[in-house]
């Protein structure tokens, strides 16, 4: 196969949403698919909201607008999905949930195309061997396309090969990427990748040292803005990434490393198990009483 022209996204969250964006702003026919018609309703009206607000920014022209909007179908069932030339895949970060998705990709896309996932720290190698098993071959396809959230504003893509994925996969993601105004920067495939290896452990500790009474939440993210110069505390980042997500990465960190430094601090999955999920649930470590 050759160049990607279209792309099917698999989970219409945060993620799946704000890719499914970036591509068809940058000319991609796109289709959506989330197992939640909630999740997939919501995500039509995001997308129709955050164009109008581009336009209003005269960031694109209102045609090019609605030439975006117009490229993006959004399905119900997950087998009309399979004219795409790639997927990326955004759904919840379960590591036999993935691996169970990738094989039934790997029964319906068997055209050579590029199976991507978006994963946070799970291994592309282990996602693979699930696509493999399912289809033999199929494995050289799968490959990791990390994108940072918020999507549309966030210029990285972490391209990480598994041991299975050709090198044509990994060419063809890098145009991808490129092709979606996104730098492509490659890591290996180890738990957490770059990224996630080196912030995740710093927002866990961040939950230590609120939970030990070191510093109130505000006060943490406060000392960390103005001493590290980042552009939001590690608690602030948490709730925006997720609890439930943060909670997901440091489990595979700890797996994957086979190291329980790496293990979540009890106060984020208290939060968690309360439902304080962060922005997405209008509450995590600080309260954002406008969130749907
Ligand atoms: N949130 C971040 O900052 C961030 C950054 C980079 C990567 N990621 C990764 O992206 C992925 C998605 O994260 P998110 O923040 O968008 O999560 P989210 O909870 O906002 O969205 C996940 C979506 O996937 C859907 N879903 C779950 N299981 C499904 C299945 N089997 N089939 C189809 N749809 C399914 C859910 O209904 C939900 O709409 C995860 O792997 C996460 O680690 C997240």
């Known amino acids: ?10 989970g219409s969250g945060q993620m799946g949403g704000g890719i499914a ?27 129709a909201k955050r164009l109008a607000r581009m336009v209003e920014k005269k960031q694109v022209e209102q045609d090019a ?19 795409a030339d790639a997927v990326v895949e955004a759904i919840v970060e379960d590591a036999k949930v993935k691996a169970d998705l990738f094989a039934h990709l790997a029964k319906i896309f068997t055209a050579g195309q590029v199976l991507a996932t978006n994963t946070s720290s799970i291994s592309i190698t282990e996602i693979a061997a699930a696509a493999d098993h399912a289809h033999k071959g199929a494995g050289e396809r799968v490959i990791g396309m990390h994108f940072f959230n918020p999507v549309p504003v966030m210029k990285l893509v972490e391209v990480i090969k598994g041991v299975q994925t050709s090198p044509d996969t990994t060419e063809r993601v890098i145009a991808l990427a490129k092709a979606m105004g996104k730098t492509p920067v490659p890591a290996n495939d180890r738990a957490g990748f770059v990224s996630n290896r080196v912030l ?13 009474g070191v510093a109130e939440p505000a006060h943490v993210d406060e000392i960390m803005k103005l001493g590290c110069n980042f552009p939001m505390g590690p608690l602030r980042l948490a709730d925006f990434i997720g609890l ?8 595979v960190l700890a ?23 962060g922005d997405k649930t209008g509450r995590g470590v600080f309260d954002y009483p406008k969130a749907p």
Request: include cysteine; glycine fraction near 6%; proline fraction near 2%.
């Open 65 to 83: 607008a609605d030439a975006a909007l117009a490229r993006i179908k959004y399905v119900h069932h997950l087998d009309l999905i399979a004219g």
């Open 255 to 277: 797996d994957g490393l086979n190291n329980d430094r790496y293990r979540a601090c009890p106060l984020l999955k208290q939060l968690v198990a309360a439902g304080r999920l």
């Open 21 to 47: 964006q970036v591509a068809a702003v940058a000319g991609f026919g796109v289709t959506v698919f989330d197992k939640s018609n909630d999740a997939l309703t919501r995500c039509k009206s995001d997308h």
């Open 200 to 212: 995740m452990p710093m927002i866990n500790e961040a939950f230590y040292a609120w939970m030990e």
């Open 244 to 251: 439930d997500t943060c909670v997901h990465i440091m489990n």
């Open 1 to 10: 196969m050759g160049e990607i022209k279209s792309i099917a996204v698999i």
